[in-house]
């Protein structure tokens, strides 16, 4: 489809479908859902018995003939029915509550994506009743969420941390000039979590625990003043449940590999930038979006290893979302940006 002839209306929405959450952005009323990326289906039936919210909290308690799943890993579809069924029932809620009918959709991909996924993800979308999909790479999603000027002939640096990906881009122009996605993020981190309490602190804990620990304790450099919580597991020596106290320092530990290797893409795609858009970037800074925007000092760290200052966009986890959002609102400048521009659906 030519995108000059096309008319975006106020029922199309911008989406992050994110490894760990979905975001949606109604064009003019901002963002309208916010639900973590599971979904929970009945084994025999094969039917929703919930998604987003309630659905996690089933996560690692379901009985038998219910299974509880995130579809999405890495950024991309995992598990194609389930994100389909997924997809289905959100897009349904939105659409029913503001009378969307059947809109088109701009959604954030990861930059680093097959074309076998970008199919999957079209296919997903437009199985769940969407009328047409248009694809945006997420690091320019975020930049244009974050609030950055992406058409400009200047270079600007965006890092977008999501679930499963990392996004590192550099954006001139309205394109990306460098970049570097790497499967290490959010989930990452929370592995990483696990397993440094596993073997220092002999106590087995869920993913959905260590979510709660990094964002309660997480840090990139130590904290002034430590904090501490005392969580629940099972103790690896006797299977018997036991309590234990973590530190904030612990946690610092424990998410120092996947945050050097978000460190390492960083430095790797600054060291491949040409010198005239390094020069933009010392001037114009670093913007990190992404829920793993929010890990205490990772800014701090991250200026400290570039020399780079570095800032946290205002809502780091809608930026994908607004910037999917504003690019239905301006369009006929944004248009460009878009993965699938002048294809037809």
Known sequence: MNLDLLNFNSKDIGMDLGTANILIALKGKGIVLREPSVVALDKVTGEIVATGKEAREMLGRTPENIKAVRPMQDGVIADFTATGLMLKNMLKKVCQKYNAGKPRVVVGVPSGITEVERRAIEEAFLQANAKEVYLIQEPMAAAIGAGINVKEPMGNMIVDIGGGTTEVAVISLGGIVASNSIRVAGNEIDESIVEYLK???????????????????????????????????????????????????????????????????????????PPELSADIIVNGIYLAGGGAQIRNLDNLIAQRTGVQTYVADTPLECVAIGAGKVLENIDNLKSVLMNAGKKM
Do not use: F, Y
């Open 199 to 273: 073997s220092h602190k002999g106590i087995a804990i869920g993913q959905t625990a260590a979510e709660s620990l990094k964002i309660e304790l997480g840090c990139a450099l130590p904290l002034v003043s430590e904090i501490t919580k005392e969580i629940r597991g099972r103790d690896l020596d006797t299977g018997l449940p036991k309590n234990v106290t973590v530190s904030s320092k612990d946690i610092e530990q424990a998410m120092r590999k996947p945050i050097n290797e978000i460190l390492e893409a960083i430095i790797n795609t600054l060291s491949v930038t």
